[in-house]
């Protein structure tokens, strides 16, 4: 086992520049959607844990400095922020549809067939996660090079660096993979706008009061034939005709 007092000085670099636009925001609503507060969620989660991985550090704390920015807190970060999009989207859909359906005033039970569930979430959630598919690969290096880091001596130099620069390229990459998810917001929200449109030119169908229109004029059309003698009345109608 490698002595402590061989091992390089842990450093955590700045990861703030690394992370861009995450950092100073993208000036982009899509659809109109607000996503600032959620992107600031992200960020707060990624430098906070930087934050503490090198308070740490500076303990000679190795092993636990590394895992406060190992693969699972990134994708952790990554999924929370996912989910806390799709329930956003899912909430500006409902809430047009569901204004749309009190508007003309659809069935409770038409309406609930129209307004996304858990399985419309679970599907957008998918959708919206892949715009983070280029993160995973550099997460898995960036786990070996964290291991490498870890028992690196003072001549293991460039164990430490690699290390450094897997954790400025996975910064870079979950700008890249922010970036892609408001564009899958946008694309998300034009492709459902057509159902709120459609909903809104729901109406209710007209052939029941047809049919009743029709079946209580054929009433009242036979009961003026019989009442003027031009169609017998029923038996069972006779004493009424009669008086």
């Not at 996660?129 to 290096?141: R, T």
């Not at 964290?146 to 400025?168: N, V």
């Not at 159902?195 to 229109?213: E, I």
């Amino acid at each position: 086992m490698t002595s402590s007092k061989l091992l390089i000085a842990l450093r955590i670099p700045e990861l703030g520049p690394s992370l861009g636009m995450l950092v100073v925001g993208t000036d982009r609503d899509p659809g109109g959607l607000s996503l600032a507060a959620i992107r600031y969620q992200l960020i707060t989660k990624i430098i906070e844990h930087a934050g503490e991985a090198r308070r740490l550090a500076s303990n000679e704390e190795r092993a636990a400095a590394i895992a406060k920015l190992s693969r699972a807190v990134w994708l952790s970060a990554w999924d929370e922020t996912v989910g806390a999009v799709a329930g956003l989207v899912l909430e500006r859909f409902a809430g047009e549809i569901l204004a749309e359906a009190d508007r003309i005033a659809m069935p409770r039970q038409l309406r609930e067939q129209v307004v996304p569930g858990a399985a419309e979430r679970r599907a957008l959630t998918a959708r919206l996660g892949s715009a983070g598919a280029g993160l995973v690969p550099v997460l898995d290096e960036l786990e070996r090079r964290g291991a490498a880091a870890l028992a690196a001596t003072a001549l293991e130099r460039p164990a430490l660096e690699a290390w450094h620069d897997a954790l400025r390229l996975a910064a870079r990459r979950l700008e890249a993979a922010w970036i892609a998810l408001e564009d899958g917001v946008e694309a998300e929200l034009l492709q459902w706008g057509p159902l709120v449109q459609r909903v809104a030119r729901w109406r209710k169908p007209l052939w029941p009061v047809w049919v009743v229109s029709a079946v209580a004029l054929a009433i009242a059309a036979g009961v003026g034939l019989m009442l003027g003698g031009f169609l017998p009345a029923p038996a069972a109608l006779g004493p009424v005709f009669a008086r």
